[in-house]
C-alpha cells in the first residue's frame, strides 16, 4: 500500500469503503479507486475465493470496471479499480439527461449485462450508485453480491 497516496473517500457501503488515491509506482502516476474491505481476510485463498473477485477476474468487458490489483495487508484487503470520476445516481442528481445520453447510457449497460449472461453471471445489485461514469463511458461495478450459475 505504500504506492498509493490516498486523497479521500469517495464511498461507503455495506461490504467496504472506497477511496480515491494515486498510485506513486506508475510512470506518469494514475488515479485509481481502492476499496477496502470491511472484513478481515486471514489467508489468500479466502481472498481469491471472494465473489467479486473471481467474478472480475473472469469478466473483462469494456463496460465492466477493471479490477487492477488485490492486496492483502495485516488481514485488511484491498481491491485496486480503474478510477470513474462519478456514479449514474451522482449524474441524475445534478442534471437532466438529454435523450441521446440515456440511450447512450443504456446502450453500454445494455452490453454489459449481455456480456455478463453470456458468461453466466448475474450482477444481483444493480442500481444507480453501482454505474460509474468518465469521459461518457459507463462500467458496472461492485460485485460483491454477484452470482455465477455455471456453479450450479
Same mark, same amino acid.
Given at each position: 500500500?505504500?504506492? =498509493?497516496?490516498?486523497?479521500?473517500?469517495?464511498?461507503?457501503?455495506?461490504?467496504?469503503? !472506497?477511496?480515491?488515491?494515486?498510485?506513486? /509506482?506508475?510512470?506518469?502516476?494514475? &488515479?485509481?479507486?481502492?476499496?477496502? *474491505?470491511? $472484513?478481515?481476510?486471514? +489467508?489468500?485463498?479466502?481472498? /481469491?475465493?471472494? $465473489?467479486?473477485?473471481?467474478?472480475?477476474?473472469? %469478466?473483462?468487458?469494456?463496460?465492466?470496471?477493471? *479490477?487492477? #490489483?488485490?492486496?492483502?495487508?495485516?488481514?485488511? !484487503?484491498? %481491491? !485496486?479499480?480503474?478510477?470513474?470520476?462519478?456514479?449514474?445516481?451522482?449524474?441524475?442528481? +445534478?442534471?437532466?439527461?438529454?435523450?441521446?445520453?440515456?440511450? $447512450?447510457? !443504456?446502450?453500454?449497460?445494455?452490453?454489459?449485462?449481455?456480456? *455478463?449472461?453470456?458468461?453466466?453471471?448475474?450482477?444481483?445489485? *444493480?442500481?444507480? #450508485?453501482?454505474?460509474? #461514469?468518465?469521459?461518457?463511458? &459507463?462500467?458496472?461495478?461492485? =460485485?460483491?453480491?454477484?452470482? +455465477?450459475?455455471?456453479?450450479?
Amino acid at each position: 500500500m505504500d504506492k =498509493f497516496d490516498i486523497r479521500g473517500e469517495i464511498g461507503d457501503g455495506t461490504f467496504g469503503n !472506497v477511496y480515491k488515491a494515486v498510485n506513486n /509506482s506508475t510512470k506518469p502516476p494514475t &488515479i485509481v479507486a481502492i476499496k477496502k *474491505l470491511k $472484513n478481515k481476510i486471514d +489467508s489468500w485463498k479466502r481472498c /481469491s475465493e471472494l $465473489n467479486e473477485v473471481k467474478a472480475l477476474l473472469a %469478466l473483462q468487458h469494456p463496460h465492466i470496471i477493471k *479490477l487492477k #490489483e488485490v492486496i492483502k495487508k495485516n488481514n485488511e !484487503v484491498f %481491491l !485496486v479499480f480503474e478510477y470513474m470520476e462519478k456514479n449514474l445516481f451522482q449524474i441524475l442528481r +445534478s442534471r437532466r439527461l438529454d435523450n441521446l445520453e440515456v440511450r $447512450n447510457y !443504456v446502450y453500454q449497460v445494455l452490453q454489459a449485462l449481455s456480456y *455478463l449472461h453470456s458468461r453466466q453471471y448475474f450482477h444481483r445489485d *444493480l442500481k444507480p #450508485e453501482n454505474i460509474l #461514469e468518465k469521459d461518457h463511458i &459507463i462500467k458496472i461495478a461492485d =460485485f460483491g453480491l454477484s452470482k +455465477s450459475f455455471k456453479d450450479d
